[in-house]
Every structure is written in C-alpha cells, then in structure tokens.
C-alpha cells in the first residue's frame, strides 16, 4: 500500500466526507480508493460497458467485404 500526503480543496474534501458517509467507510483514502474504482469502470474501461458489448455484437454479424490485396482495398476506400 503507498501512502502520500495530499493538497485538495475544500469543494473535494467535502465530497471525500459524503461518499465516506454514503458508504460507510472509517477513513478517507477508502472513500478515495472507492472513488479510483468507480472513475475506472465508468472511464477507463468502457470498452466492458454492457451498451459496448452490444455494438461490439452489432459489428460481428454484419456482412464484411472481402479483399484479395490491400491495392484493391485502397481502391475501394477512394471510391468511397
């Protein structure tokens, strides 16, 4: 476990003591580390997002086309 010494505002240190309240925490690094959890499933990895499995799933059957070189391929994009 690391420990640091932190500045933060005051706006922060408020939202530090709901979300402690909220979720019943003893201390703020665990109101901090519940904060780091949340942010990373909700920014870092979207990618496991529920709606993004869906589009993943959308893409996969649909039809492709398929290129015998990737001179045809660049044919194809610059018609487009």
Known sequence: MVQAIIDIEDETNRVLNMVKAKFGLKDKSQAINVMAKQYEQEILE???RPEYIEK??????????????VKELRKHIENA
């Not at 993943?56 to 070189?69: A, C, D, H, V």
């Open 46 to 48: 979207p990618q496991l």
């Open 56 to 69: 993943l799933q959308k893409i996969k059957k649909e039809k492709g086309i398929r290129f015998k070189s």
